[in-house]
T-cell receptor
Framework: NAGVTQTPKFRILKIGQSMTLQCAQD?????MYWYRQDPGMGLKLIYY???????DKGEVPNGYNVSRSTTEDFPLRLELAAPSQTSVYFC?????????????FGAGSRLTVL | AQSVTQLGSHVSVSEGALVLLRCNYS??????LFWYVQYPNQGLQLLLK??????LVKGINGFEAEFKKSETSFHLTKPSAHMSDAAEYFC????????????FGAGTRLFVKA
């Protein structure tokens, strides 16, 4: 049981490039989330999804896009990368119907934009 | 809108001393409350959670937290710190009536001195 898998673990981008961070979970969780973590700022919610085909903005969605075509996958797309997007990105999933919305996190993807 | 405030970005204690990490939240509805822990270069793991019922909740590794509605607080404590407790701790709030978005505090880094 792999849990939440994120790829890549590390990536360096040039300003203006685009890329997709991949996230997959094998727990049949219906909710999935993308957060970014910056020093001293905690985790900020970028986008989340309550099921296949349904996504919604979080606290800091600008510069990002998501899609949710299957229950398992929730990729995060960065268009026109900017230095402000240098961060560690975490994907998470949950199953609120289990009684509490406990998030299971991936190991993170460290992105540097130069 | 929900929010979480963690008092103190850094806390330092001696091994064997009491650990107290403070968390205050804002929510228009009775929230779900969580503490997560992050060890270096890892994702977040659940320490404990409060949903309903008993206001004193116990978690892993000897940690516990008390939900105080009148003070809108959910402080984390451990009677005796261990070196292995050194990590970053995040308080989080989730609205069970509003899409289960989970919002995190800025985090508190715990240092344990020998």
């Amino acid at each position: 049981n792999a849990g939440v898998t994120q790829t890549p673990k590390f990536r360096i981008l040039k300003i203006g490039q685009s890329m997709t961070l991949q996230c997959a979970q094998d727990m049949n969780h219906n909710y999935m989330y993308w957060y970014r973590q910056d020093p001293g700022m905690g985790l900020k919610l970028i986008y989340y999804s309550v099921g296949a085909g349904i996504t919604d903005k979080g606290e800091v969605p600008n510069g990002y896009n998501v899609s949710r075509s299957t229950t398992e996958d929730f990729p995060l797309r960065l268009e026109l990368a900017a230095p402000s997007q240098t961060s560690v990105y975490f994907c998470a999933s949950s199953y609120p119907a289990s009684g509490a919305n406990v998030l299971t996190f991936g190991a993170g993807s460290r992105l540097t934009v130069l | 809108a929900q929010s979480v405030t963690q008092l103190g970005s850094h806390v330092s204690v001696s091994e064997g001393a009491l650990v107290l990490l403070r968390c205050n939240y804002s929510s228009s509805v009775p929230p779900y409350l969580f503490w997560y822990v992050q060890y270096p270069n890892q994702g977040l793991q659940l320490l404990l959670k409060y949903t309903t019922g008993a206001t004193l909740v116990k978690g892993i590794n000897g940690f516990e937290a008390e939900f105080k509605k009148s003070e809108t607080s959910f402080h984390l404590t451990k009677p005796s710190a261990h070196m292995s407790d050194a990590a970053e701790y995040f308080c989080a709030v989730s609205d069970p009536t509003g899409g289960f978005k989970t919002i995190f505090g800025a985090g508190t880094r715990l240092f344990v001195k020998a």
